[in-house]
């Protein structure tokens, strides 16, 4: 048997329209999109005001999936804060006994 001739690494071809030298079209960030000074904040809140029965039924259902599809990681992360937290506590209260 023969050795197989050595070949330069292969590339995975790149996703539609990734050039080497950055995104088409120039964009700088994920929201470049809109225009130089909008105002995401108060884009926001007023659609809130304009529509909250939807805003408040789409944060419900955006909630409900997070919660089913991320619960478990989000409860281990807020028990670890409180943990934390718990021995901070314990912490200071016989770092002030020693005194």
């Known amino acids: 048997m023969s ?7 292969v590339r995975p071809p790149a996703p539609h329209g990734a050039l ?3 995104p088409v079209g120039g964009a700088r960030g994920a929201f470049d999109f809109a225009r130089e000074g909008f105002d995401w904040r108060g884009a926001a809140l007023d659609a809130v005001r304009r ?3 939807p805003c408040l039924l789409g944060a419900i259902a955006v909630g409900f999936w997070v919660g089913r599809n991320r619960g478990k990681t989000i409860l281990a992360a807020a028990a670890g804060l409180a943990t934390n937290a718990a021995l901070k506590e314990v912490q200071r209260v016989f770092a002030a006994e020693d005194c």
């Open 3 to 9: 050795a197989a001739p050595e070949r330069e690494a």
């Open 20 to 22: 080497p030298d950055g």
């Open 51 to 53: 529509y909250p029965v």
